[in-house]
Nanobody, 119 residues
Framework: QVQLMESGGGLVQPGGSLRLSCAAS????????MAWYRRAPGNQRELVAS???????NYEDSVKGRFTISRDNAKNTVYLQMNSLKPEDTAVYYC?????????????WGQGTQVTVSS
């Protein structure tokens, strides 16, 4: 069974940092685009950052210069380093990935990890 397991969420004060990790497990041959989304209370889910296998990166405008997405292709893992966190970054963060499973590219979601930025 293929799973995306997220870790690293929690409570942090404004201006602080957190690092999220998302590891894919199961019968995976490889991974293509991996991304982080978030959903704040009362809002729709939005794309935070994405990175393809070749390293091309996109960021949502509000996180540019503060968040850094990276990946380890050998481990099918994606990271999100979040610095200078603001209260408006508070949300459930979800990992999303296109994974090669039994020679087919399939899209998977993680279960989500809560990030709360508050003093």
């Amino acid at each position: 069974q293929v799973q995306l397991m997220e870790s690293g969420g929690g409570l942090v004060q404004p201006g602080g940092s957190l690092r999220l990790s998302c590891a894919a497990s199961g019968s995976i041959s490889g991974s293509e685009t991996m991304a982080w989304y978030r959903r704040a209370p009362g809002n729709q889910r939005e794309l935070v950052a994405s990175i393809d296998r070749g390293g091309t990166i996109n960021y949502e405008d509000s996180v540019k210069g503060r968040f850094t997405i990276s990946r380890d292709n050998a481990k099918n893992t994606v990271y999100l380093q979040m610095n200078s966190l603001k209260p408006e970054d508070t949300a459930v963060y979800y990992c999303n990935a296109d994974l090669l499973v039994t020679d087919k590219l399939r899209n998977y979601w993680g279960q989500g990890t809560q990030v709360t930025v508050s003093s």
